[in-house]
């Protein structure tokens, strides 16, 4: 029933594709570009190659095409060597002399981003995704508030930073109960006697399996915006929740004892 509700609205949207454009079509294009027009895929690639945070894309990945980048911004991971951030400013500095992406440099970017590859491929296809979730995951939502994108660095304003980590701390609180509640009662199921909340083992996979999945989704993206994450947050509540009413209860138990 669940596939059969989400596989059904997509079947007009494929009609009309395969009516318009001649071909089968199930979802928007990754970044929503007309039929015809150019995706800088190079530069997309090499950004992968290096960026970890949601300051990044603010600063290199959303300015690309129309505003100047400055190469200042980046951070020392976008460089294995001093020839690669020469190489590196000076395609940014091409760049900014046009504020486009020509397909004759969005292969220079394609082929820095092949060397670089070639060099870590870990960091490429493990660390670096990792991190990106990990990052949408657990980093203050600076998007939404007005503290500075660079939060930690306590530049401009330390009571915004302040409030940044703040929230920062009670986002980790909350994903840690909901992380706790899922473990704890996956574990329960398993035949491991510890007291746990119950939440039921198939609504503990399906639950748990949405997270993982859109997830796994996330590992795909080269620009780590936390606003990928609220999806999953009904979740994380719901979990949390289970986790925090069960340690009240418990505690009260104990009380009552004495």
């Known amino acids: 029933m669940v596939a059969l509700v989400s596989v059904a609205p997509l079947v007009p949207w494929a009609w009309r594709n395969v009516h318009t454009m001649h071909r089968l079509e ?10 015809d027009e150019f995706v800088p895929a190079g530069f997309n690639r090499w950004m992968k190659t290096w960026i970890a945070d949601y300051a990044s894309v603010e600063e290199i990945y959303w300015p690309v095409p129309g505003d100047t980048v ?9 460089f294995d060597s001093q020839e690669q951030r020469q190489e590196t400013e000076q395609l940014l500095a091409d760049y900014n002399q046009m504020l486009h992406i020509t397909p004759a440099l969005d292969a220079r970017f394609a082929a820095l981003a092949a060397q670089r590859i070639r060099q870590a491929p870990l960091r490429y296809y493990v660390w670096l995704p990792l991190l990106r979730v990990a990052d949408m995951w657990l980093r203050p939502r600076t998007e939404t508030l007005p503290s500075d994108t660079r939060w930690w660095e306590f530049n401009d304003d330390v009571k915004h930073s302040i409030t940044a980590v703040g929230f920062g701390v009670l986002n980790l609180a909350y994903a840690g109960a909901a992380l706790l509640a899922v473990v704890s009662s996956m574990s329960r199921k398993l035949g491991i006697r510890r007291p746990a909340p119950d939440l039921g083992l198939r609504y503990t996979g399906l639950l748990a399996g949405f997270v993982l999945l859109r997830s796994a989704f996330l590992l795909t993206l080269e620009n780590p915006e936390p606003r990928y994450t609220l999806e999953c947050y009904p979740v994380v509540i719901v979990c949390a929740a289970a986790y925090i009413a069960h340690i009240t209860s418990r505690t009260r138990q104990s009380d009552s004892r004495f």
């Open 26 to 35: 199930l979802l928007a294009p990754r970044y929503a570009n007309e039929e």
């Open 70 to 78: 400055d190469a200042d911004k980046l951070p020392t991971r976008a």
